[in-house]
């Protein structure tokens, strides 16, 4: 009989689950952008926690910039993201998928950086096609995720040096999900919000193309950037 490995289901941390739970409120509109949460000792007192735990909750919630903390008066909504969030990702885990994008614009502007400086003519036709191979999967209406991966680890490995290929693959699940989740998402937009993205995404490859170190450098981080606040702000492609 062939060995079975089962992998035990990831524990989450309190913290995490108040993070959840406050993030259903506002997705909910049970909490509204300006809207005043309760204190820290009323969220422990009616979560059933430490007001260590809740303020660590409030502290992720701040760091991804759904709640402003203002200092002697209280924490208030910041931002609602879609209410679809949920469809594609447990409330808990958002968090994660928003701390995973933090690494990635360091890696990935550099990469791309590095990558209109070295890029030999194969590797640029390997970045020119999957960008092209996601142009025609959002405009067929399909998410897309696959391809999407594909561009950005094309820009990883024309940056000539391994080392960011082998950090990418470390956070490739939560970046996988995030990226699935950000697609998902625009896909409920309009051909013209959509369009965004794949104009993004040529901005990158041009810039990769003519040798646009900088230029590069800033079009991955700005289209990093905009992946997040997409994830967190429902308004962010009616803008």
């Known amino acids: ?32 952008e300006g809207d005043k949460l309760p204190s820290e000792a009323e969220l422990a007192v009616s979560c059933g ?22 200092k002697g008066i209280g924490t208030f909504v910041s931002t609602r993201p879609s209410q679809r969030l949920t469809e594609f990702a447990e409330p808990a885990e958002i968090s994660g998928y928003l701390r995973s994008l933090e690494p ?31 142009r025609k999967a959002i405009e ?22 391994e080392y960011f290929i082998t950090l990418l693959k470390q956070i490739r699940r939560p970046v996988s999900q995030t990226v699935a989740i950000g697609l998902q998402l625009a896909q409920t937009r309009t051909l ?20 646009d170190a900088e230029g590069a450098a ?7 950037l905009q992946a997040r606040t997409g994830l967190i702000d429902m308004h962010h492609l009616e803008r």
Not at 59 to 68: E, P, S, T
């Open 49 to 70: 926690v430490s007001r260590s735990v809740v303020r660590e909750a409030l502290m992720r919630l701040q760091a991804d910039g759904l709640v402003n903390a203002k």
């Open 104 to 134: 990635r614009i360091v890696l990935e502007a550099e990469a791309a950086r590095l990558a209109a400086q070295r890029r030999t003519v194969p590797q640029l036709s390997a970045i020119r096609e999957a960008n092209e191979a996601l």
């Open 1 to 32: 009989m062939d060995k079975i490995n089962i992998r035990p289901a990831r524990k989450q941390r309190l913290a995490e689950v108040i993070y959840g739970q406050i993030l259903e409120q506002i997705l909910a509109a049970k909490l509204n």
């Open 140 to 161: 067929k209406g399909d998410v897309g995720r696959e391809e999407d991966l594909a561009f950005h680890e094309a820009i990883a490995k024309a940056a000539g040096n």
């Open 218 to 224: 800033t079009y991955m981080r700005y289209h990093l």
């Open 192 to 211: 013209e919000r959509r369009n965004r993205v794949i104009e993004e995404h040529a901005k990158i490859y041009s810039a990769i193309a003519s040798e």
